[in-house]
């Protein structure tokens, strides 16, 4: 069965990087369609269609890691997302800025807030993309990007949030509402 319009309804949704890199080639893609999967073991999954070149590169690399940039690198984001390493070597091309860690199983950007290094953990085809789960293996935050309570400091912290057609907004200033079910 094809829907008319493409999977948008669910949207707000935060706007990821996805990197990789095998054998001194690096790549990143913008990725929306990810989600947690488990406490224990620390499970992470991407779905990633195998039009991509980092699709390739995952399984060879049996790595990725899974970066979350602010609002503010929005550009970088869409960058990242409408291009691909088919025709350009995005790191190379555009000096993009990484940790730096000698044994990192894939490029953390400098820029995250927050990334997950992940181990690749299973593979599996769901229609026209792939999921890739990952095992977290390494978290990285920047310093002040959580409070104590391991909540997001908003609004120090951005967070970029996909709408669809190229548009992404962020959260409001006004401090998050706490709610314990009594009225
Ligand atoms: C905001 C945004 C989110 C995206 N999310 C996904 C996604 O979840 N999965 C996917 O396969 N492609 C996604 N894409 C498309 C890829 O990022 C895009 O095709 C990219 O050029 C692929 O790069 P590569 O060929 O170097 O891997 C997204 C694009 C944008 C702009």
Not at 121 to 143: K, N, P, S
């Amino acid at each position: 069965m094809s829907l008319p319009v493409k999977l948008y309804l669910h949207y707000p949704a935060v706007a990821a990087v996805v990197t990789v890199q095998h054998e001194g080639r690096t790549n990143a893609l913008a990725c929306v369609w990810h989600t947690a999967l488990s406490f224990d073991p620390p499970l992470y999954a991407v779905s990633i269609s195998p039009k991509r070149f980092s699709y390739d590169l995952i399984r060879q690399a049996g790595a990725f890691a899974v970066n979350f940039l602010p609002q503010e690198r929005a550009d970088l984001i869409a960058r990242f997302g409408r291009n691909s390493g088919h025709d350009l070597d995005k790191f190379a091309t555009w000096e993009v800025e990484t940790l730096p860690l000698e044994d990192a199983l894939a490029p953390i950007l400098a820029e995250a807030y927050a990334a997950y290094e992940c181990k690749l953990y299973a593979q599996h085809t769901y229609g026209d993309h792939d999921l890739f789960v990952g095992e977290i293996v390494r978290l990285h935050q920047a310093e002040g990007a959580f409070g104590e309570n391991r909540v997001l400091n908003i609004p120090q912290v951005k967070p970029a949030l996909y709408l669809g057609a190229n548009l992404y907004a962020t959260l409001s200033d006004e401090p998050p509402v706490f709610r314990d079910g009594q009225r």
